[in-house]
């Protein structure tokens, strides 16, 4: 999602020569969008994973090796 949408903003703002999308606006409003939407899952999924590690680690500690 974070490739996409830099990819779609760099095409509507013109940086990205012979797209149909070139220079239009929407798309330079979509792009950051999309980028900001898959920056934010990547952000939660490695928060998650994070968290259960942790909770891993303290249930090992409280209840032993089970």
Sequence with gaps: M??????WTAQGLGWVEG??????GTWAVLG???AGLGLGLVIS?????RQQRLASELDRERYGQR
């Design 2 to 7: 974070i490739v996409v949408g830099v990819l």
């Design 19 to 24: 797209s149909s999308m070139s220079g239009s």
């Design 32 to 34: 950051p969008l999309v």
């Design 45 to 49: 999924i490695v928060q998650r994973a």
